[in-house]
Structures are given as structure tokens and as C-alpha cells.
T-cell receptor
Framework: AQSVTQLGSHVSVSEGALVLLRCNYS??????LFWYVQYPNQGLQLLLK??????LVKGINGFEAEFKKSETSFHLTKPSAHMSDAAEYFC?????????????FGTGTRLTVIP | DAGVTQSPTHLIKTRGQQVTLRCSPK?????VSWYQQALGQGPQFIFQ???????QRGNFPDRFSGHQFPNYSSELNVNALLLGDSALYLC?????????????FGDGTRLSIL
């Protein structure tokens, strides 16, 4: 079964600084990987997805992630943090190898942006 | 274009009661999945409905049941509520149920058990 691990439950960055949120996956086959963002008292919003093809994936709000098979990583980055980026971020992968799109979520990383 | 809508927004129940949560998928979507998100944790998969049948189920007891209607909307029912059932319940819909199709989430129903 696939799983993802998010390193760092809390990350703080200054406004304008680089954002780096870490996610590692475990699987023996090329995965489908997703990043979601959750703002307070809201549901999850899809930031970006990796299916196949280009390993650098661009998402909404200036975020991007790079699929690195050699490192089994799918880290989320943004060159310059904005106050509005403060939220909880979840990395996710398909739950198993059945081909269904139900997801296993990481434990989440809470991003704080310091003015 | 309406996204995934869930009702009610908040709900308070007592132990032993039963609850029904409702979800309307995004326009054009035919597959609905339900997740439970406990405070401070990531969402956990409960089950998925497609063509009015439960297609996949996570590690949840059979107190958790569901239904999908011909218009693709769905209900989540929980019987004999326990304190541990307090959580945010999220509904997600997708264009189909294949693993490369992203799921789109509603804002959830926050269930509190007293």
C-alpha cells in the first residue's frame, strides 16, 4: 500500500521567504501524488497533482512541486511566501494499488507566515 | 459552477444517537468519497460510492454506512454515536474513480458528540 510521510508538523517562514514543505512517499510503482491546502474552518483545496510526464508540477497560488523518484520525494515549494499562504498543507497518494482514487493523507504541515 | 456542497455545516449529537450527513457532488462528477478528519490529523478514508454502490471501504466499523442517489448525491449515516466520532466529515467528488483523477472536497460537516 502507498503511504506518504510529511516531515515537520509546523513550519514558520518570514513573508517573502522561500516556502519548502517536505513529503516523501513509499511505493514500488510510479505514484500519483497530490498536495492539498486547508484554510481554517474549510475543506481541502487541490493545489497541484502529479500523474505522469513532467516531474516539475506547477499549481495554483504560485506553488510547485518536483517529483524525484531517486529520493522518493514530492516536496512543495513557493519562492516567496505571502501572508495568505498561512494554512495546513497535506500531501496525499492513492490509498492502494486497486486503481481507485481514494487517498491516504499525510499528517499535515501547518505553515505560519511571519510579517 | 457549484462545487461540492455539504449539509449541515455543524451538528451536535449525544452518545448513542444516529446522524445523517449529506453531500452534493460538483457538477459533472459521478463519484463520491467520504473522509473523517479528527482534530489535528489528516483526513481518513471511510468509503466511496459509484453507480449507487459502495465500491471501496476504509477501516471503519459498520456503524458507518452510506448511500448514493441517482443524481449522484450521497449520504453518510453513523449509528450508535461514540465520543470518538467527533470530527470534521469531508465529502469529496471526482469525474471518475480512477487513481489519476483528483478529488474535490467540500467544506465539511463538523460533528460534535456530547
Amino acid at each position: 500500500a502507498q503511504s506518504v510521510t510529511q516531515l515537520g508538523s509546523h513550519v514558520s517562514v518570514s513573508e517573502g521567504a522561500l516556502v519548502l514543505l517536505r513529503c516523501n512517499y513509499s511505493s514500488s510503482v510510479p505514484p500519483y501524488l497530490f498536495w492539498y491546502v486547508q484554510y481554517p474552518n474549510q475543506g481541502l483545496q487541490l493545489l497541484l497533482k502529479y500523474t505522469t510526464g513532467a516531474t516539475l508540477v506547477k499549481g495554483i497560488n504560485g506553488f510547485e512541486a518536483e517529483f524525484k523518484k531517486s529520493e522518493t520525494s514530492f516536496h512543495l515549494t513557493k519562492p516567496s511566501a505571502h501572508m495568505s499562504d498561512a494554512a495546513e498543507y497535506f500531501c496525499a497518494a492513492p490509498l492502494d494499488q486497486t486503481g481507485a482514487n481514494n487517498l491516504f493523507f499525510g499528517t499535515g504541515t501547518r505553515l505560519t507566515v511571519i510579517p | 459552477d457549484a462545487g461540492v456542497t455539504q449539509s449541515p455545516t455543524h451538528l451536535i449529537k449525544t452518545r448513542g444517537q444516529q446522524v445523517t450527513l449529506r453531500c452534493s457532488p460538483k457538477s459533472g462528477h459521478d463519484t463520491v468519497s467520504w473522509y473523517q478528519q479528527a482534530l489535528g490529523q489528516g483526513p481518513q478514508f471511510i468509503f466511496q460510492y459509484y453507480e449507487e454502490e459502495e465500491r471501496q471501504r476504509g477501516n471503519f466499523p459498520d456503524r458507518f454506512s452510506g448511500h448514493q442517489f441517482p443524481n449522484y448525491s450521497s449520504e453518510l449515516n453513523v449509528n450508535a454515536l461514540l465520543l470518538g466520532d467527533s470530527a470534521l466529515y469531508l465529502c469529496a467528488s471526482s469525474f471518475n474513480r480512477f487513481s489519476n483523477q483528483p478529488q474535490h472536497f467540500g467544506d465539511g460537516t463538523r460533528l460534535s458528540i456530547l
